[in-house]
Structures are given as structure tokens and as C-alpha cells.
């Protein structure tokens, strides 16, 4: 019996109602199919079942890698390496029209996601990202301005990406059962090219940085740091130059964008 690792952030997803439910949150048949931590292969078994065109998967654990590797030998269109997601370049890798599932591994779930998100090309080759979050991470990404849970992750994400769909998970879905709960988060990329480029986007993680760092102070200071000619630029974007950086709503961010120096 394969034992998870703590180490890896491991808890193997047993339910299978949220299998399906996962399954079913988008048409897997005749498309090219990645997913992150296969794991055990639960979720694995059920995709190969529905016959997608490729399927590519990617396991860090040796142990767990040869375990899939005997169980799905006789798939033709499953290709598996063993190697650390974190490592991989996806973008370099991916086929066109991509969908992507991972129950993601707590501990790196977010830094996955930001890669994700900083692809150089865009629109990217994924087109669907379904991804297993921890309950508290997926608050933040779907967090709007004024709550406590909105900061750079939602002002990122929103970005390039627009959430589809999303549901909880209870944590007695898992092997072992960890102390938190979990939510799938349906993520579709936005096609828009002019304003998502990577140097946009180079721009938009410079000014979260310097505001966030200092979230519970006004922007007033730090603004004048990054944002050109600030005190007129915050008054034609209607943006009080003492409000802190949660106030301010990722449209809001996404202007200032042009200015940052």
C-alpha cells in the first residue's frame, strides 16, 4: 500500500462523487488532457475512461510514478514523467488547446498557479485550468476588493484568468484526512492580447509588491515611488490617494498598470 508523503504535501483524493463532479465540470473526450500530481491515479483512471486525445501527466513521487506507470501500461495516449512540476517548463511542453487538472500540493499550490499565470505568450497553449486549492487559498484568488482574503494572488489572477466555476470540497474526500477543507476552482484564460502581455503583467507584480508590503498603510507614499506623476494620475483614475491597498479594486490596478515607471 502506497503511503503519503508529508513531506510532498500529499492527501490522496478517495472521494468519488467529487471525482465525478471534478469530470464533469468540462468535455474531457478528444481533448489534450495534463494533470499536475496524479497521485494514486483516481482521477487519472476516470479521464483515460472518457478517451481523451493525448494525455500527459506529471508525478514528482518515484514511488507513486512507478505505481502509475504499472497500473495505466496499456493506455497508448497516457505519457508520464517523474519530475517536480516547479521544474518543468509547461509552457515549452503544453499542446495547444490544453486543459489542465491538479489537486495541488498545499505547500506549492500557489507558486504553481502564478507560473501558470506568468506564461510569456498570450493567450496561452492551456485553454481550462481545474485546480484543487486549499480552502483558504482559493478564497483568496476569488477575494474581491475590501475583504480581508483580496490581495495580490485575486489581483493576478483576474488578470489573465476569469473563474468559471468553483465548489468546496470537504476534507474527508482526502487520504490522509487533512485539517482543512478544499475548493476546485474552474479557471478559463482571457484570449485578450493588448493588455495581458508579459510585460504588463511585469507591471502589475511590481505595483502589488510595493503596495501589499505595506497593506495597512495609505498609498500615498508608496506611490509616488512607482506611479508616475502620481498625485494627478490617482486623481484622474478617481483613486484616493489614502485609501490602503485592499481598497482598491483589481480594475483599478489594471489602469494604473500604464503608469508604473
Known sequence: MLTPKKSLGQNFLIDKNIINKIIKTISIKNE???????????????????????????????????????NFYNFRRFDLINKDILKVNLEKILKKETIIFGNLPYNISTKILTNLIRF?????????????FQKEVADRIKSDFNLSSYGRLSILT???????????????????????DSTVIVLEPF??????????????????????????????????????????????????SKVRPGEISREKYYQLIKYVT
Open 32 to 70: 489534450n488532457i495534463l494533470e499536475i500530481g496524479p497521485g494514486t491515479g483516481n482521477l487519472t483512471k476516470k479521464i483515460l475512461e472518457i478517451g481523451p486525445k493525448s494525455f500527459f501527466a506529471i508525478e514528482k513521487d518515484k514511488e507513486l510514478f512507478l505505481s502509475l506507470k504499472k
Open 120 to 132: 510569456k505568450i498570450w493567450p496561452p497553449k492551456y485553454k481550462k485550468l481545474v485546480l484543487m
Open 158 to 180: 483576474g488578470f489573465r484568468l476569469i473563474i468559471k466555476d468553483h465548489f468546496n470540497v470537504s476534507r474527508n474526500s482526502f487520504f490522509p484526512v487533512p485539517k482543512v
Open 191 to 240: 484570449k485578450n492580447k493588448d493588455n495581458k502581455n508579459y510585460q504588463n503583467l511585469k507591471k502589475l507584480e511590481k505595483l502589488t509588491r510595493i503596495f501589499f508590503n505595506n497593506r495597512r498603510k495609505m498609498i500615498n507614499k508608496a506611490s509616488k515611488n512607482i506611479i508616475l506623476n502620481s498625485k494627478s494620475t490617482l486623481q484622474n483614475l478617481n483613486i484616493c
